[in-house]
């Protein structure tokens, strides 16, 4: 133990700067289409709206290479890798075209896996408290209503356990939704999210939390 203690450790950044290339070049990579205002995400429908006009305005302030999202990106790559090692499908890109007012647009989404009969959306969270959250169960609606299927699993992987929750899909208005998140007349749409939003130290709407 004393000679552990007693050597001297030289910083490196070579894993590091690896980890932050491949975030980055995935943020590069959807650049473009994140400044697309003819494209709405998934998640942009069940988050706050004036998100996404932020984003739309300023995409670089999007870009986020925290230890707790690399984290869940990695624990994403390997569950996703024994998934497919079962015979679901991952990382499954899918778009639907929506006219709202006469205008086209493309509501785009990502699921983390699919088979014939389910569809999986893995989450990481930082505690287990609540969980299933309202939020991740609409995400997860969403993909059953835009992807006609009838069953999900929404998986939870936090620091205390590994749960899971069989959900049934459940009738939505998706063109409702999607006018609220164009139009920009939800903002926010959950009590909490000023609190983690990288727009909110310049967003009017932000919401103070109770103390």
């Not at 009738?171 to 999607?178: A, G, K, P």
């Not at 009017?204 to 939390?209: A, I, Q, R």
Request: with cysteine; aromatic share 10%.
């Amino acid at each position: 133990m004393d000679l552990i203690l007693s050597r001297e450790y030289k910083a490196s950044n070579k894993l590091t700067r690896i980890l932050y290339l491949r975030e980055y070049s995935n943020f590069k990579d959807r650049l473009g289409e994140m400044t697309n205002p003819r494209v709405v995400y998934v998640t942009d429908m069940v988050s706050c709206s004036q998100k996404r006009y932020y984003r739309l305005s300023y995409p670089e302030l999007a870009f986020s290479f925290e230890p707790v999202l690399v984290l869940g990106n990695l624990v994403h790559m390997g569950l996703e890798k024994l998934l497919e090692e079962e015979g679901y499908k991952v990382e499954v890109e899918f778009e639907k075209i929506f006219k709202i007012n006469g205008v086209e647009f493309r509501v785009k989404g990502r699921v983390d896996a699919i088979n014939s009969s389910e569809v999986v959306e893995i989450k990481t969270t930082r505690t287990d408290i609540k969980i299933p959250l309202e939020h991740h169960i609409l995400q997860l609606q969403l993909y059953l209503n835009l992807l006609n299927r009838e069953k999900g699993i929404l998986i939870y992987i936090t620091p205390e356990r590994i749960s899971e929750y069989q959900i049934d899909r459940e009738e939505l208005d998706v063109s409702r939704i999607l006018l609220e998140t164009i139009e920009n007349t939800v903002h926010p749409r959950w009590s909490w999210e000023c609190k983690y939003c990288t727009y909110a130290r310049i967003c009017p709407y932000k919401v103070l939390s109770e103390k």
